[in-house]
């Protein structure tokens, strides 16, 4: 079950709900998010919702049967939406658009995909400082120094950043310079990254793991979430599976099932999900109308000299045409929304 405790709750008034969990034989693990508390409880014998619920520093209780309990709809039937400032929003009927390279490599490249970026409304650049690459002798980014470049130019833009995070030890140098964390598909279960990740005030972008269950990307937030971050959004890009001819296999299926299982934004990523520039365009429109919040696209001014993905990343034309092309089907299916 998920417990929400009132704003001034007394430590006396904590206690008791705790005692009278113990005594039902629940056991309870607080939470403090940066919005409220909440106390999370396992068991599984009967207990009367309605007399705890009565208790002095409750505001509601809710049954939640889910292994993952916090990321749950069955307790927040209200989708969570991520306010990044400046208008920028994401989820609970905002949807964005987030854009850029796959790594940063230089600050012409940022020039310009910045330039391309305002020109078509797009508020979010997506890119890499520290890339975690299959070969170790990859390119593997710029580090801080090419994030706070890189952060310098967005400022003056007022376009948002969002940024792969790879160990806790770079929570902190990254922290002034980041909008959003993102955690990649290797470390999608890392948690120790994600404990630390749960102690941020900054949103935190999370994606399915290489060979991730649906549950197991769930119960990673919940790591998040537990951690007192509710800042989390869900990324599909796609599953490893016996099929060669792209480089992923999308899961269509894993954004409509995440929307009824989740009250979490739920992102796309085309531009992994299927490996190949060809096809980004489809899978990103095919996404959108199963009911993503969001699709993260890699777009490069020149993605034959790429210094990584250059094969999945879209031309600034076959951008701009991606961009309006998302627009109008979000603009569908809000009307269909409204018509059911």
């Not at 470049?149 to 002034?176: D, F, L, N, R, S």
């Amino acid at each position: 079950m998920v417990i929400q405790l009132t704003p001034y709750i007394t430590q006396e008034q904590l206690q008791t709900i705790e005692e009278t969990l113990l005594q039902h034989g629940w056991k309870s693990m607080p939470v403090r998010t940066q919005y409220q508390q909440y106390l999370v409880g396992i068991g599984k014998k009967d207990i009367d919702l309605r007399h705890l619920a009565q208790l002095p520093g409750i505001a509601d209780v809710f049954r939640v049967t889910d292994s993952f309990k916090l990321v749950s709809r069955k307790w927040r039937i209200q989708e969570t939406c991520i306010d990044l400032g400046d208008d920028v929003r994401i989820g609970a009927g905002h949807f964005a658009i987030m854009a850029g390279p796959c790594s940063i490599e230089s600050e012409q490249q940022v020039a310009d995909t910045l330039a391309h970026l305002k020109a078509h409304g797009v508020r979010i650049m997506r890119g890499g400082v520290y890339k975690p690459r299959s070969s170790p002798y990859s390119f593997r980014g710029l580090g801080i120094e090419g994030l706070k470049m890189w952060h310098a130019q967005a400022q003056a833009h007022g376009i948002k950043i969002i940024t792969e995070v790879m160990m806790p030890a770079q929570i902190e140098a990254m922290y002034p310079y980041v909008d959003i964390f993102q955690v990649g598909a290797r470390n999608a279960q890392n948690f120790n990254l994600l404990d630390a990740l749960g102690q941020v005030d900054k949103p935190v972008l999370l994606k399915r793991g290489v060979s991730g269950t649906i549950e197991e990307l769930l119960q990673s937030a919940e790591y998040i979430f537990s951690g007192g971050n509710e800042r989390i959004l869900l990324c599909e890009r796609g599953i490893r599976t016996y099929e060669s001819a792209y480089r992923n296999c999308f899961d269509i299926n894993a954004i409509a099932i995440l929307k009824a299982r989740t009250h979490l934004p739920v992102i796309a990523d085309p531009s992994h999900g299927v490996g190949l520039r060809a096809y980004v365009p489809q899978i990103a429109l095919a996404a959108t109308i199963a009911g993503t919040d969001g699709v993260l696209v890699e777009v490069h001014h020149c993605p034959e000299k790429a210094y990584s993905d250059g094969q999945q990343s879209l031309h600034f034309k076959e951008a701009a045409l991606l961009y309006e092309q998302l627009s109008a089907v979000q603009a569908c299916r809000q009307q269909l929304a409204r018509m059911t």
